[in-house]
Nanobody
Framework: QVQLVESGGGLVQPGGSLRLSCAAS????????IGWFRQAPGKEREGVSC???????YYAPSVNGRFTIDRDNAKNMVYLQMNNLKPEDTAVYYC??????????????????????WGQGTQVTVSS
């Protein structure tokens, strides 16, 4: 059974940093794309950053240059380092993956098809 468990959210001031973690279980991460979505109050869920099984990365234009995604296949973990946070980054952040191997990060993060598996989410609040 696929499980994705996020951690690392919290309250941070504008300009601050947070590092989100996602622990994946029930499958071997090596062969799967994985990523992060977010949903702000009153807004649709959006793909933030995704990383393929081969290390290709996608970043939403709004976070490019500020966020960094990486994965540790040995630990079945994926991370999202978020720097220079802005109030508009406030949202619930979800770890996501698909049921098929070697998917495209562009398709996962910015395509029309919703990822198959979602974690429970972790709240990130950027406020002074």
């Amino acid at each position: 059974q696929v499980q994705l468990v996020e951690s690392g959210g919290g309250l941070v001031q504008p300009g601050g940093s947070l590092r989100l973690s996602c622990a994946a279980s029930g499958f071997t991460l090596d062969d799967f794309a994985i990523g992060w979505f977010r949903q702000a109050p009153g807004k649709e869920r959006e793909g933030v950053s995704c990383i393929s099984s081969r290390g290709a990365m996608y970043y939403a234009p709004s976070v490019n240059g500020r966020f960094t995604i990486d994965r540790d296949n040995a630990k079945n973990m994926v991370y999202l380092q978020m720097n220079n946070l802005k109030p508009e980054d406030t949202a619930v952040y979800y770890c996501v993956t698909n049921s098929f191997m070697h998917g495209s990060v562009q398709a996962m993060c910015a395509g029309n098809r919703r990822p198959d598996y979602w974690g429970q989410g972790t709240q990130v609040t950027v406020s002074s």
